[in-house]
């Protein structure tokens, strides 16, 4: 039983030391890019909602960096209405809050830092928000690209000012390659709550998920699967191999020949690799190691710290004339 027992405490270290050292062996695979962009409502009659749908939006970017999925950039804007019809100065169309960043924490800070203004009458500045406030994003090249919209009251359309209506932003949206996700904000009295008709049309014109407020985990599970489904990132190639670093092709050393070639490179950010170390081997400073008494063929190559090959000698190892006869008379024709 001691020995059982002695048995699987040692496979147990093995197993935590596999599972400690392995890792280090690998490199990281890069991850698909995805930016988010949340638009909020910050209107007046969102004084009642703002803190759910605060968390609503912290709750989805929780769920998106948890699943470890996708290089995650998050931005937020916020809108209300045009300050020129409303006639109140804390009012604007929209405001950027912060553009993308990859630092969750600071977007948790700007959106604890919203609050509301007026808004004047029912519709809000919706479509600037999408319109010119998207397009100023630093969205990346290549990236998945999602927006997420919160608000309770329905867009001007036309807007006041600008003139955008709801084609304009669907065409604002295709541009950039956005999917948009609406989430719409009702009171709980509400007989028959849906989400507002206009959002709902944004969503399915790009193929995003038009919900209630009280249903927004939903839209946290739809952006874990857009995230899933992102292209992975194509592997660097590597450029073709070009001799460098002015060592030779091929090199002849008898045994015990102090041997330079190596060492004459600057050998800070560079490993070294026998394909045959138990012929030769050379270490971290460029030094030739003999081993076992042996001659024969290795390939020496040189790596940098990406593991990109620098370059590659072909390396024989012999014994001079006078070795192969001393050899020969102590041990016979074991080495021939």
């Keep these: 039983m001691k020995r059982i027992l002695r048995r699987l ?26 930016d988010v962009c949340f638009l909020v409502d910050t209107s007046g009659s969102m004084e009642a909602y703002l803190p759910d749908a605060i968390a609503a939006c912290r709750a989805m970017m929780d769920e998106l960096t948890a699943s470890g999925l996708a290089d995650l950039r998050f931005a937020l804007i916020d809108y209300r209405d045009d300050p020129e019809k409303t006639a109140m100065e804390a009012d604007y169309p929209y405001q950027i809050q912060t553009d993308f960043t990859s630092s969750a924490d600071a977007l948790f800070v700007a959106l604890g830092a919203l609050d509301t203004g007026y808004g004047g009458d029912m519709e809000e500045s919706v479509y600037s928000a999408i319109v010119d406030g998207l397009a100023r994003l630093g969205w990346r090249e290549g990236a998945g690209r999602a927006a997420v919209l919160l608000g309770d009251a329905p867009a001007l359309d036309p807007e006041s000012g600008t003139g955008y209506t709801l084609a304009d932003a669907l065409v604002a949206l295709n541009n950039l390659g956005v ?22 049309a944004l969503s399915e014109a790009t193929g995003g998920l038009a919900v209630l407020l009280a249903e927004s985990e939903s839209v946290a599970q739809v952006l874990v699967t857009q995230a899933q489904n992102l292209p992975k990132p194509a592997e660097p190639e590597q450029p073709p191999y070009e001799p460098n670093l002015g060592l030779p092709g091929s090199l002849t050393l008898y045994r015990k020949e102090d041997c330079a070639v190596f060492r004459a490179v600057d ?65 016979g024709w074991i080495y021939l």
Excluded at 9 to 34: I, K, R, S
Excluded at 289 to 314: I, M, N, P
Excluded at 315 to 329: A, E, F, R, S
């Design 9 to 34: 405490c040692g496979a147990g270290v093995a197993l935590a030391l596999l599972l400690t050292l392995a890792p280090a062996g690998f490199a990281a695979q890069p991850l698909p890019a995805m």
């Design 267 to 331: 050998t800070a950010q560079i490993s070294w690799k026998s394909s045959n170390p138990g012929v030769l081997t050379v270490d971290g400073s460029g030094n030739v190691q003999y081993r076992f008494a042996r001659v024969g063929k290795t390939t020496v190559t040189a790596y940098d710290e990406s593991d990109r090959v620098l370059a590659v000698t072909e390396v024989k190892v012999d014994w001079q004339w006078w070795q192969w006869v001393l050899v020969i008379l102590l041990f």
């Design 179 to 200: 999917t948009l996700h609406s989430v719409t904000a009702l009171p709980a009295w509400e007989p028959e709550p849906a989400p507002l008709p206009g959002f709902a």
